[in-house]
């Protein structure tokens, strides 16, 4: 009895105010509204059937049930149900763009629909793209054709200076060379000329290559002893000169004077560079730096 009279009375207020307010706050409604449910600790629970009684349900558009099978909300709308539970990604739309083998593109759209794209020249003149001329002028490289002349900077590449300093530091070593023969007379190292002279019983040394002559020029004897002053030994030991006499042996060192390394790291010079000349003449196959061959390269035309 208690129920009937409930139902009655809600009808009774449904008719009165057309609107209704189940849950929280039933005195507070939102005026637009005509069924409000307000909860914080309970929820609307739809009409709940399978896909079996869904599909035999032909209801008001706009209706909304759960699919048991499907787990999902379904919508009437178009007279069919549609699902509410739709995957963004499978309304993703899927294009191409395939290059063919005669140059041209294959464009296709979501539908499957293919148009054919083509690069070709935008004209019906096929000459009006080729290069009239090419001319290294200086360092510039000049390229011409109908739509003018494009110069580009190849100084990066220009090695004449470099060239020429090589063919002067060449003539400088050669022209080193023939003074340094000319002035010993000859590539001996071993057989220079050494004076040694002495005014008062000390001697002095002047080298001219590895060797010395230890010739020595005695001065007059100033007592009546004619043995006294004569030098017994004269030895060159190492870099010594060792002089003995009958006072004693006097060491002279002599090391500052041996310029054999000299000699010998000037040998190896001389040498060195006859070999740079012979492989830069064998690499350049001439003595001429103005006949080099440039290479000219473009990436685009």
């Given at each position: 009895?208690?129920?009937?009279?409930?139902?009655?009375?809600?009808?009774?207020?449904?008719?009165?105010?057309?609107?209704?307010?189940?849950?929280?706050?039933?005195?507070?409604?939102?005026?637009?509204?005509?069924?409000?449910?307000?909860?914080?600790?309970?929820?609307?629970?739809?009409?709940?059937?399978?896909?079996?009684?869904?599909?035999?349900?032909?209801?008001?558009?706009?209706?909304?049930?759960?699919?048991?099978?499907?787990?999902?909300?379904?919508?009437?709308?178009?007279?069919?149900?549609?699902?509410?539970?739709?995957?963004?990604?499978?309304?993703?739309?899927?294009?191409?763009?395939?290059?063919?083998?005669?140059?041209?593109?294959?464009?296709?759209?979501?539908?499957?629909?293919?148009?054919?794209?083509?690069?070709?020249?935008?004209?019906?003149?096929?000459?009006?793209?080729?290069?009239?001329?090419?001319?290294?002028?200086?360092?510039?490289l000049e390229t011409t054709d109908a739509g003018g002349t494009i110069t580009t900077d190849l100084s990066s590449l220009d090695q004449s200076t470099e060239v020429a300093t090589n063919a002067t530091d060449i003539a400088t070593n050669a022209t080193d060379i023939a003074d340094h023969i000319a002035a010993d007379l000859d590539t001996d190292a071993t057989n220079e000329i050494q004076t040694v002279e002495s005014t008062d019983g000390s001697v002095s040394v002047t080298p001219n290559g590895n060797d010395f002559d230890l010739s020595i020029t005695?001065?007059?004897?100033?007592?009546?002893?004619?043995?006294?002053?004569?030098?017994?030994?004269?030895?060159?030991?190492?870099?010594?000169?060792?002089?003995?006499?009958?006072?004693?042996?006097?060491?002279?060192?002599?090391?500052?004077?041996?310029?054999?390394?000299?000699?010998?790291?000037?040998?190896?010079?001389?040498?060195?560079?006859?070999?740079?000349?012979?492989?830069?003449?064998?690499?350049?196959?001439?003595?001429?730096?103005?006949?080099?061959?440039?290479?000219?390269?473009?990436?685009?035309?």
């Amino acid at each position: 009895m208690k129920k009937i009279l409930l139902v009655a009375l809600l009808l009774i207020s449904t008719n009165l105010f057309a609107q209704v307010k189940i849950g929280d706050n039933p005195q507070t409604i939102n005026q637009s509204s005509v069924l409000e449910l307000e909860s914080t600790t309970k929820t609307l629970v739809v009409t709940r059937i399978t896909s079996a009684q869904m599909n035999a349900i032909i209801p008001l558009e706009g209706a909304i049930i759960y699919n048991i099978d499907e787990d999902c909300l379904f919508q009437y709308n178009n007279n069919s149900w549609t699902s509410l539970c739709i995957d963004v990604m499978d309304n993703e739309t899927i294009t191409s763009i395939a290059l063919n083998t005669d140059g041209t593109f294959t464009y296709t759209d979501e539908a499957g629909n293919n148009t054919v794209i083509s690069l070709s020249d935008a004209d019906s003149d096929p000459t009006n793209e080729l290069n009239t001329t090419v001319v290294l002028n200086g360092t510039d490289l000049e390229t011409t054709d109908a739509g003018g002349t494009i110069t580009t900077d190849l100084s990066s590449l220009d090695q004449s200076t470099e060239v020429a300093t090589n063919a002067t530091d060449i003539a400088t070593n050669a022209t080193d060379i023939a003074d340094h023969i000319a002035a010993d007379l000859d590539t001996d190292a071993t057989n220079e000329i050494q004076t040694v002279e002495s005014t008062d019983g000390s001697v002095s040394v002047t080298p001219n290559g590895n060797d010395f002559d230890l010739s020595i020029t005695i001065p007059a004897n100033n007592d009546n002893d004619p043995t006294n002053e004569l030098n017994t030994t004269v030895v060159l030991n190492g870099t010594d000169l060792e002089t003995t006499d009958a006072g004693g042996t006097i060491i002279t060192d002599l090391s500052s004077l041996d310029e054999s390394a000299e000699v010998a790291t000037n040998a190896t010079d001389i040498a060195t560079n006859a070999t740079d000349i012979a492989d830069h003449i064998a690499a350049d196959l001439d003595t001429d730096a103005t006949n080099e061959i440039q290479t000219v390269e473009s990436t685009d035309g």
